[in-house]
């Protein structure tokens, strides 16, 4: 099948871009009205919770949810199209996911452990779908050998992620964690933390790496020994850290940390050996944020190691997770956005027989996305500085600063959609004038 | 993006490299020089450069392109990937005229450089072209060439490098 007819249809993918915009936004303001909780935050639900939660499962896993189905049928030639009944399963999960989340993330806020239960319930049915789909295709292809073991890993680690996340919301209400032979409540929260930032997100994220990087750049493939290496090296670290997160282990942590380090320095040599072979040498601002995240990943590490063994040192764990999740991931994840909306929508253009604009055109990139990178960015060293220092002022200053991208960066995400959306309201009208 | 087993997907991947790194070299220059006034009349360096967009934008429309229309698109055409060369023969239009007027107008300012309205609508038509061509390339580069690799038989692959030298 060629490229165009691996198109799947557009509103799918761009609910989920859309609903990732949002959330992103979401995710800032919640962190700016609670700023002053963020520094010394040691779990609990309410405004941090919420506005971490927004980030990492309304904006980042909702980012991957979309790309995914987009990128695997065009990359694989295998269909998302799962059915179920009359029903597409990458439908079902989007109405399953995008308001589960909006229930979770409210929950939380308010504190209202009827509403995380709910919600909770909802998204991890949502992940479900989604895992049927995305295995579905990791198991019939032959090709994309890195991606595929990535995507793996990434579909246990979800597993894992999900029970965990269920079980922390539900002795939100019965409080039955740290009895008997249970973990403690803050260490299945930091082996969630890692769960997710490093084990589900992390390993889509590195796994569909080894697919985006070589195309923008328009680089060889690169080496599976490689990249397999990386990816064992990885998994060794989570394998360790999990365990000894729950366990509260220390000395096993900071190992876990620099094996996972390990692995990700060759994860990073494959990237830059990738774009350095590369043809095109001018990759613009969104490898600028590419590059700024992949400067965060080992630095979360570093720090979460750190955290294990000093963690009144600095307010180092909520430093961790902030790093973890608003350096590394959403950076990365926001730089590769801004590629993939343009490149989809010049597709569907095309498609329907019309002109596509520039690539460069769409959305207002001149000021809106160089308006998102330097708030971005700004706002990531605001937040950082005011985590060590324990400064609530600069926590506030960078949560404003933050939500400013945000908002550039939907009125990007909006301005793409538009477009899309009016070719096809172009071409209805050419069909039934 | 892969290593081709066959020689005329490796002769039309390093035509990609040679077009990314000219137009590359000329999105630099452009932006160097900026849109708001020309560059200096007889600039050596900009004058190869310029040369070089001509020789290889001409090159890339009358043989890159034809040969890909006349040759290889059908061979795609008859598994039924249609989908994919709509595309491809679309940006091939779109790209075209692109071509032919920054062509003309490097050959035009030989003479007598570039006025300040002449280098406004040349750097808008040079920043258009490069970012259309590697649009082109990219797909090409992932989705046709690597399809092609693996339909053609070795036979085929020899008689098309022919045809493909002989037409340049």
Redesign the interface.
């Known amino acids: 099948m060629g490229a165009q007819s691996r198109l799947i249809p557009y509103h799918l993918p761009l609910r989920f871009f859309v609903a990732a915009a949002l959330f992103h936004v979401a995710a800032w303001l919640l962190l700016t009205v609670g700023h002053a909780d963020i520094a010394g935050y040691a779990g609990g639900p309410g405004i941090v919770l919420a506005s971490l939660h927004a980030l990492t499962l309304g904006a980042l896993a909702m980012t991957a949810m979309g790309a995914a189905y987009q990128l695997l049928n065009v990359a694989t030639g295998i269909t998302t199209g799962l059915a179920m009944g009359r029903f597409d399963v990458a439908s079902i999960s989007s109405w399953l996911y995008i308001p589960g989340t909006v229930l979770l993330v409210a929950g939380m806020a308010d504190g209202n452990n009827t509403a995380m239960l709910l919600g909770g319930g909802l998204v991890v049915s949502g992940l479900i779908a989604f895992a049927v789909i995305i295995g579905n295709i990791f198991y019939r292809t032959v090709a994309l050998k890195a991606t595929m073991r990535h995507g793996w890993a990434a579909l246990v680690c979800m597993v894992f992620l999900a029970v965990a996340g269920l079980v922390l919301i539900v002795d939100f209400e019965l409080g039955f964690l740290g009895t008997s032979a249970l973990p403690e409540r803050a260490d299945l929260a930091f082996s969630h933390a890692i769960l997710g930032g490093f084990g589900f997100m992390g390993l889509l994220v590195l796994g569909f790496s080894y697919i985006l990087i070589p195309m923008f750049a328009l680089s060889p493939a690169p080496n599976e020994r490689q990249s397999g290496l990386s990816l064992s090296l990885i998994l060794c670290g989570l394998a360790l850290a999990v365990p000894a997160a729950l366990a509260g282990n220390k000395l096993a942590l900071l190992l876990a940390a620099a094996i996972g380090l390990a692995g990700v320095a060759v994860h990073l040599m494959i990237m830059r050996k990738v774009l350095r072979e590369g043809m095109k040498k001018r990759l613009g601002m969104s490898f600028v944020m590419v590059r700024s995240g992949w400067i965060a990943l080992p630095l979360s590490i570093g720090i979460g190691g750190l955290a294990a063994v000093a963690p009144e040192t600095f307010n180092l764990p909520p430093l961790f997770i902030f790093i973890l999740i608003f350096g590394w991931l959403l950076t990365f994840l926001t730089g590769i956005l801004q590629r993939i909306l343009p490149f989809l929508t010049s597709m569907h253009a095309h498609k329907l027989g019309q002109r596509a604009p520039r690539l460069s055109e769409m959305g207002d990139q001149g000021i809106t996305l160089k308006m998102h990178a330097v708030c971005h960015g700004g706002a990531l060293l605001l937040v950082s500085a005011g985590i060590v220092g324990d400064v609530d002022a600069l926590i506030l200053i960078g949560g404003l600063t933050g939500s400013l991208g945000a908002a550039a960066f939907l009125w990007f995400t909006i301005g793409v959609g538009k477009l899309v959306v009016g070719f096809y309201a172009k071409d209805k009208r050419a069909q039934h004038p | ?3 081709y087993s066959r020689a005329i997907c490796r002769t039309l991947h390093e035509d ?2 040679a077009t ?2 000219v137009l ?1 070299k000329l ?2 220059a452009l932006i160097k020089v900026g849109r708001k006034s020309p560059p200096a009349p007889q600039d050596p360096d900009l004058s190869r450069l310029l040369r070089d967009v001509a020789a290889v934008m001409q090159s890339e429309i009358t043989g890159h392109f034809a040969f890909e229309e006349d040759h290889l698109f059908p061979l795609v055409e008859e598994m039924g ?7 491809l023969r ?2 091939h239009a ?1 790209i075209r005229p692109l071509a032919q007027r920054i062509t003309e107008t490097i050959r035009a300012s030989h003479a007598n450089g570039f006025t300040p309205d002449e280098w406004a609508g040349f750097y808008d038509l040079g ?2 072209l490069a ?2 061509e ?2 082109h ?3 090409e ?3 046709f060439l690597p399809l092609l690799d693996q339909i053609l038989e070795p036979e085929d692959d020899g008689a098309l490098s022919i045809t493909f030298a002989e037409t340049r």
């Open positions: 993006m892969m290593d990609h490299m990314v790194r590359e999105e630099t990937e249609t989908g994919m060369l709509a595309i679309d940006e779109t920043l258009e970012e259309r590697t649009f390339i990219q797909k580069e992932m989705g």
